[in-house]
Structure formats: structure tokens, C-alpha cells
């Protein structure tokens, strides 16, 4: 029995030295060892590959669609019965029919024209605020805030000056304090040599004398007085014209004393259309 078992123990160690030295269990050493491409490899070749066609396909579709939209517009020519389709990436639509010549030209033209209302309304405007810088620097400077403004609306520039500094209650003479301060003004007018209007303004006092039958002739006569002082300090007499509104143009109310001294006043204003008419006629 000893002898058999002892036996039994070499042949199972044989059989396992042979195992140890056989060529798979070699293998699997070289395996366990390392050798060959690293597993990722093979995820990483995959996805190469699948990248390329995926971009073969892209290629192969847009090529595609180029050529089915060409014979799509060519389809459209037929069937509309016109000559111009949109190319692609256009956002116009299809165009039913050819514009005319006559009216492309029209529509440039349109075009210039607004082009040129722009650029003259622009220099309109610069003008109105070259006048309203001009006159504000001469209110600061002379200290004349509260009898002197100036301002720009829908009309354009408008210079207030009160009838308290530039005429006596009730007459059409000038002040010696009027005289002084139109004169700083006129420099200001002569500057910008376009037509102005002289309107004259009272409040609702009423007034009747010989001379001055109602505030509709006092109204007037200041306006035309200050008319007679600008143009002997050099404006041009065609560019300026006068008019009286008596007390029927009032900026304030009448019902006090403060609103009845705004109301009295002479305006010199600035007219945008004069300004335009002035700027087109130096251009043409």
C-alpha cells in the first residue's frame, strides 16, 4: 500500500511539471507579462474608423443635396415660368417677375433723395444749435437770465427777449437798455444769415390810445421798431419780416402778474423751413 500511494505521488507531480511547461501556460505568462497592443487600442481604432465614414457620409450627402437643389430650382424655372430663383442661404423668396429698369431707377433716386433729407435735416440742426449756443453764451455773459432765453421747438430757434428791458409801458420806442442789448444780439444774427420773423406779443390789458388803437397796433410797432434796429445794424432788410399778435400767442397765463410779464415780449425766431430753403438754394 505504501508503495502504490508513493507512486500515485510521482505521477501527479509529473503531470503537474508538465502542466507548468506546457506551451499555453507559456501564454499565458506573456500575457500576464504584458506583451502585445493594450486592449485600448482596439476601442480606439474602432472609433477612428467610425469617425471617417461618418464624415465620407457627410460629404456624400452634401454633394448630394447640391445637386438635387439645382435640379429643384431648375424645376421651379420651369413651372413658374421665370428666370431667376434664389440661390441657397437667400431670404428674399422666390421672385415672380423681373423688376423693370424704370423702376430700379426710381427706387435708386427714392433712395438719394432720403439720403439727401438726412444729411440736410443734419445740417439744419447744427445750425439751430449753433444759434441757441451762441445766444445762451451771450445771456451768461451779459447776465441777462430771466430777460432774455432762447429755445428750440417743432418751428425752430425762438430768441425771447421782454418788452420790460426793451420798451416803456405802452409805447413802440426803444429803451436805451433795449438798444444795448440788441446790439450784442444783432452780432449773434448777422452770423447766420437766414430769414428771421420779428413778432411782437402784449397781454390782455387793454390799451386805447390815438397811437395805439389796441394791443394789435402796440404789438405790431414793436415788432416793426426792432425790425428798423436790426437792419441798421447790418441785416439783410429781405431777410426779415415783422408781425403783431397782440395778446391772442400767450405763454402763460394772464390771470397774474408774473404770467401777464412772460406774455410781453418780442420773439425772434429761426424758422427750419427758411434754414432748409436757404441751405437749398446755396447748394443747387
Not at 19 to 33: A, H, K, Y
Not at 58 to 76: C, R
Amino acid at each position: 500500500m505504501a508503495e502504490d500511494k508513493k507512486k500515485e505521488s510521482k505521477e501527479s507531480k509529473k503531470e503537474t511539471e508538465e502542466q507548468v511547461m506546457s506551451p499555453d501556460n507559456e501564454e499565458d505568462d506573456d500575457d500576464d507579462e504584458g506583451g502585445g497592443a493594450p486592449e485600448w487600442m482596439a476601442t480606439f481604432a474602432d472609433l477612428v474608423t467610425l469617425l471617417m465614414c461618418f464624415f465620407v457620409l457627410l460629404f456624400a450627402m452634401s454633394s448630394t443635396q447640391q445637386e438635387s437643389f439645382k435640379e429643384l430650382v431648375q424645376s421651379l424655372k420651369s413651372a413658374l415660368g421665370v428666370q431667376q430663383v434664389p440661390e441657397a442661404g437667400t431670404r428674399e423668396g422666390l421672385t415672380m417677375q423681373n423688376i423693370p429698369e424704370d423702376d430700379k431707377e426710381e427706387d435708386e433716386k427714392a433712395k438719394k433723395e432720403i439720403s439727401a433729407i438726412d444729411e440736410l435735416g443734419g445740417m439744419v440742426q447744427k445750425e439751430l444749435d449753433n444759434i441757441t449756443s451762441e445766444i445762451r453764451e451771450l445771456i451768461m455773459f451779459n447776465k441777462l437770465g430771466g430777460m432774455v432765453n432762447v429755445q428750440q421747438n417743432e418751428t425752430g430757434a425762438v430768441i425771447t427777449i421782454s418788452d420790460v428791458v426793451l420798451f416803456p409801458a405802452g409805447k413802440a420806442d426803444m429803451s436805451n437798455k433795449g438798444s444795448d442789448i440788441m446790439k450784442q444780439v444783432s452780432k449773434i444774427l448777422n452770423q447766420f444769415p437766414y430769414h428771421i420773423k420779428i413778432a411782437g406779443h402784449t397781454d390782455n390789458a387793454p390799451i386805447h390810445t390815438k397811437v395805439y388803437p389796441s394791443n394789435w397796433e402796440l404789438s405790431t410797432a414793436r415788432a416793426c421798431e426792432v425790425v428798423r434796429y436790426l437792419i441798421s445794424k447790418g441785416l439783410n432788410p429781405k431777410l426779415i419780416s415783422a408781425e403783431g399778435y397782440a395778446e391772442f400767442a400767450p405763454i402763460a397765463t394772464n390771470d397774474t402778474k408774473s404770467g401777464k410779464r412772460q406774455n410781453r415780449r418780442v420773439e425772434i425766431v429761426y424758422e427750419r423751413k427758411n434754414i432748409i430753403s436757404s441751405l437749398n438754394s446755396n447748394t443747387n
